[in-house]
């Protein structure tokens, strides 16, 4: 059955670079600096791009930093733990915006 | 890729791509013997597929073969390994007989072992021979280790470092007890050093446990891990991944360079890998201890296949853990 999603197309990121090769140079030129061990480890910066991922809903990425922790030794329950963070920031996004709603409602009111 | 190399396997390109083709032994520094596929476990990942029932066990002629060969060559490290090479009825005589030597002798062990009847005093007799433990510990946590190694098989572990532990193993400045990660699962294994942090805070915080190094491994795909590898569906994904993060650094480190390896019935290999696959030294070096030449082996050309993408992936893994920095 055809996808909007295949497994496969996440190797195939490159050749995004193939009609603005500079453009992508430069793009995995500085990727490749985010993720180096700096003042994060690279086992942090792998968790903090599990919980993006899970919080923008890419499945590649999801994909790709799920074997990323693994390998920087993470283990299911700090994995857990960082989509949690993700959920609770969306979830919290949400229920913040409720304010506006209650601001709207009052405005509204009598 | 050049004319002319088509022959060759896809491992074998890569050497040529990094100028390390054909990779050739510099010497006999570790001298690694099998001594059996017999073993009170069956886990998972088990290269040698070793278990209780698994007749393969070297006899005694073969074992004496191998300690003329210690005595009279003067390895300077004898590596011991298995299955559980301690059910060997060998065993101790072989270890005291290569410590006698001189030489370093590191033995592989898989802990549980040691809880079986007739094994507990190993911890002493290790100690008394000044033996190196190496241990196959995969995590720190009890739900993952029991996946791999079998329902138990933490709390087992757990027992037999505190045993170890008690006979002056993995204290600073103690008698060495290594342990060795692999991964638990279709993923490569972390940075050496880093995750040597996590066991270390924690078998000390949950178990008030010591070691001293830890070494880590990768997976290789042969044997009862490149079965879970096909029925999972991973194979295709985790050659690829071995074969992406091909690193050159590691290729002209790996441990065959400086082993040589002998199988249960005396078969000579390059490495424990290349035994369980059946590829004997080749290339007109000896293939049996029975043949052993010094000089012939000590500059042999390494038999190689897809499964040494294993060996070289990333930091590099051997029976010491990473070759290209952690």
Wanted: one cysteine or more; charged letters at 20%.
């Amino acid at each position: 059955m055809e996808t909007y999603y295949n497994p496969e197309d996440l190797e195939k990121f490159a050749s995004i670079g193939e009609e603005a090769p500079e453009l992508w140079k430069k793009f995995s030129a500085w990727y490749g600096a985010v993720f180096a061990e700096g003042a994060l480890s690279e086992r942090e910066k792998a968790l903090i791009a599990l919980a993006v991922a899970h919080a923008v809903q890419c499945p590649y990425c999801i994909d790709a930093y799920t074997q990323a922790c693994l390998e920087k030794g993470s283990n299911a329950a700090q994995m857990t733990e960082a989509v949690h963070v993700a959920a609770a920031i969306k979830g919290g996004a949400a229920l913040v915006h409720g304010v506006q709603m209650k601001n709207t409602a009052a405005k509204a009111g009598m | 890729m050049a004319t002319g190399q088509n022959h060759l396997n896809r491992f074998d390109r890569s050497l040529v791509s990094s100028e390390l083709f054909p990779l050739v032994a510099s010497g006999i520094e570790v001298f690694q013997v099998n001594m059996g596929m017999r073993c009170n476990q069956a886990c998972r990942h088990c290269h040698v597929e070793a278990g209780p029932s698994r007749p393969e066990v070297m006899g005694p002629e073969t074992l004496d073969a191998c300690l003329e060969l210690v005595k009279r060559e003067r390895f300077p490290v004898v590596d011991i390994t298995g299955g559980a090479p301690e059910m060997n009825p060998g065993y101790r005589r072989f270890v005291e007989g290569c410590a006698s030597t001189g030489a370093k002798v590191k033995t592989r062990t898989n802990l549980t072992i040691l809880l079986e009847e007739g094994y507990g005093s190993l911890p002493s007799f290790w100690a008394e021979n000044r033996i190196e433990v190496i241990a196959s510990f995969p995590y720190y946590l009890e739900d993952v280790f029991d996946r791999q190694r079998g329902r138990g098989s933490f709390a087992g572990s757990i027992e037999a470092l505190k045993m170890l532990n008690a006979s002056g193993y993995g204290a600073l400045d103690g008698l060495v007890l290594n342990l060795v990660y692999n991964p638990c699962g279709a993923f490569l294994p972390p940075k050496q050093k880093a995750i040597e942090a996590d066991f270390r805070r924690e078998l000390e915080r949950r178990h008030n446990l010591r070691f001293t190094n830890l070494f880590t491994l990768t997976n290789m795909p042969v044997g009862r891990f490149l079965d879970f590898l096909r029925s999972s569906g991973n194979l295709d994904r985790y050659m690829e991944r071995l074969q992406k993060s091909y690193n050159p650094a590691a290729a002209a480190n790996v441990m065959c360079r400086n082993t040589l390896s002998v199988g249960w019935d005396g078969g000579l290999y390059d490495c424990d890998f290349n035994q369980m696959l059946g590829l004997r030294c080749d290339h007109g070096s000896p293939d049996d201890i029975r043949r052993f030449n010094a000089a012939a082996l000590g500059e042999r050309r390494i038999v190689t296949g897809a499964h040494c993408f294993g060996c070289t992936a990333g930091a590099g893994s051997s029976c010491t853990g990473s070759v290209a920095g952690c």
